[in-house]
């Protein structure tokens, strides 16, 4: 039987034809002992089937739920459970990078019931409601195609109704209340609840990775870029970690060489208290490394020693996202080489 899936401690840096640059680097990164939340990939071959039959390979599901198994043995947790739910990410991948251009479903798993559970055993009610109202909106977009001002003008419209400006200012009730109006655009676009079940968000997440191949954007980039349309995306599926848990937690992107010069070093950025996509984002002012390290030594510590690690390994520039949860660092990306990560560096600062 074709093998359509991959756990991260199976892969290498050199299958990216097969298992895209991101799933490819999550798996070196795994196997040189960096801390990377475990996960796995489904390869290029799922999605060029996929585009040429307009279906999913057979065998696909099976095998996603044979590893999605393993994932919950090594964890103990399953996904979307009601009590201490495993939640994960759904991430695009291709063999050349394609910054920004494809799409991501963070928190998969989150429902009306499992929200309650991720609320309690975290004891912050306010990062479950965020992590929710997260899912509602990105799997809105994504997934089922709407429009993504319709979200973020409701967000926008609750911070001015409670006179704050920025997302961290508002309480786990605004949250709550944000998620109901969510799932009533949910409602009103798609004539259609918000999925419940976490496995058919799941399903229905990485099909939505897959088609992110083929949008308009996407082609345009290939065409400047010279990259083959038939190449196709990887799917990641990662067990989200959380950088909104608090100020003990937050996410940031970051450089093993300045990304000018060349000279290796340390160079990045650092946001406390919030999910991956917060940075790029620009919602808040994020921090200097030098601040992070100031903030907490010991993430900081163990970020550099990574950085490090992945200097000496790759011998290149790696340009990093990063994720510290109550304390605790994660890598979840690594990419190597020069242009993207200095035109992304030049244009933040
Ligand atoms: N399992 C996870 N736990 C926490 N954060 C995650 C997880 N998976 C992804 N993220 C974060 O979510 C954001 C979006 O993910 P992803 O890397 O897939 O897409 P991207 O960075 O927007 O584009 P690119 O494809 O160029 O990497 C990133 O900041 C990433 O670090
Ligand atoms: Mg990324």
Same mark, same amino acid.
């Given at each position: 039987?074709?093998?359509?899936?991959?756990?991260? &401690? %199976?892969?290498?840096?050199? +299958?990216? =034809?097969?298992?895209?640059?991101?799933?490819?680097?999550?798996?070196?990164?795994?196997? *040189?002992? $960096?801390?990377?939340?475990?996960?796995?990939?489904?390869?290029?071959?799922?999605? !060029?089937?996929?585009?040429?039959t307009n279906k999913l390979p057979p065998e696909l599901r099976v095998q996603v739920t044979m590893q999605l198994r393993r994932l919950e043995d090594a964890l103990g947790r399953l996904l979307g459970d009601t009590n201490d739910p495993l939640l994960v990410s759904v991430r695009s991948g291709?063999?050349? &990078?394609?910054? @920004?251009?494809?799409?991501?479903?963070?928190?998969? @798993? #989150?429902? =009306?019931? /499992?929200? %309650?559970?991720?609320?309690?055993?975290?004891?912050?009610?306010?990062?479950?409601?965020? &992590?929710?109202?997260?899912? *509602?909106?990105?799997?809105?977009?994504?997934? +089922?195609?709407?429009?993504?001002?319709?979200? /973020?003008?409701? +967000? =926008?419209?609750?911070?001015?109704?409670?006179?704050?400006?920025?997302d961290t200012e508002l309480t786990a009730d605004d949250l709550h209340a944000l998620v109901d109006e969510f799932k009533a655009i949910v409602k009103g676009e798609t004539g259609r609840e918000f999925p419940q079940q976490p496995r058919e968000q799941l399903d229905l997440a990485i099909e939505a990775v897959f088609d992110s191949w083929n949008t308009d954007r996407a082609r345009l980039y290939r065409r400047r870029e !010279?990259? &083959? =349309?038939? $190449?196709?995306?990887?799917?990641?599926?990662?067990?989200?970690?959380?950088?909104? +848990?608090?100020?003990? /937690?937050?996410?940031?992107?970051?450089?093993?060489?300045d990304p000018s010069t060349g000279m290796v070093g340390d160079y990045g950025d650092y946001l406390p208290n919030a999910q991956g996509e917060d940075v790029g984002a620009g919602i808040r002012n994020t921090l200097a490394l030098a601040d992070f390290e100031k903030l907490d030594k010991k993430?900081?510590?163990?970020?550099?020693?990574?950085?490090?690690? #992945?200097? /000496?390994?790759?011998?290149?520039?790696?340009?990093?996202?990063?994720?510290?949860?109550?304390?605790?660092?994660?890598?979840?990306?690594?990419?190597v080489g020069k242009r993207t990560a200095a035109a992304a560096f030049r244009i933040a600062h």
């Amino acid at each position: 039987m074709e093998k359509y899936v991959y756990e991260f &401690s %199976e892969g290498n840096r050199d +299958l990216k =034809d097969l298992l895209g640059g991101k799933g490819a680097n999550l798996a070196e990164m795994t196997n *040189i002992g $960096l801390p990377v939340p475990p996960g796995f990939t489904i390869t290029t071959d799922a999605c !060029r089937i996929y585009m040429k039959t307009n279906k999913l390979p057979p065998e696909l599901r099976v095998q996603v739920t044979m590893q999605l198994r393993r994932l919950e043995d090594a964890l103990g947790r399953l996904l979307g459970d009601t009590n201490d739910p495993l939640l994960v990410s759904v991430r695009s991948g291709a063999k050349f &990078s394609m910054p @920004g251009m494809m799409e991501t479903v963070l928190n998969v @798993g #989150l429902n =009306d019931a /499992s929200v %309650e559970g991720l609320a309690t055993f975290a004891g912050d009610a306010r990062f479950a409601w965020d &992590s929710y109202r997260r899912l *509602i909106q990105m799997f809105g977009k994504t997934v +089922l195609g709407i429009d993504g001002e319709k979200f /973020s003008d409701a +967000l =926008d419209a609750r911070k001015k109704a409670r006179g704050v400006a920025t997302d961290t200012e508002l309480t786990a009730d605004d949250l709550h209340a944000l998620v109901d109006e969510f799932k009533a655009i949910v409602k009103g676009e798609t004539g259609r609840e918000f999925p419940q079940q976490p496995r058919e968000q799941l399903d229905l997440a990485i099909e939505a990775v897959f088609d992110s191949w083929n949008t308009d954007r996407a082609r345009l980039y290939r065409r400047r870029e !010279r990259i &083959s =349309d038939d $190449l196709g995306t990887a799917v990641n599926v990662v067990a989200m970690v959380f950088g909104n +848990l608090g100020d003990d /937690s937050g996410t940031g992107v970051c450089f093993t060489r300045d990304p000018s010069t060349g000279m290796v070093g340390d160079y990045g950025d650092y946001l406390p208290n919030a999910q991956g996509e917060d940075v790029g984002a620009g919602i808040r002012n994020t921090l200097a490394l030098a601040d992070f390290e100031k903030l907490d030594k010991k993430a900081f510590d163990e970020l550099r020693q990574a950085m490090r690690t #992945l200097e /000496s390994h790759y011998r290149d520039l790696c340009d990093i996202e990063f994720t510290v949860e109550r304390g605790k660092l994660w890598m979840l990306q690594t990419r190597v080489g020069k242009r993207t990560a200095a035109a992304a560096f030049r244009i933040a600062h």
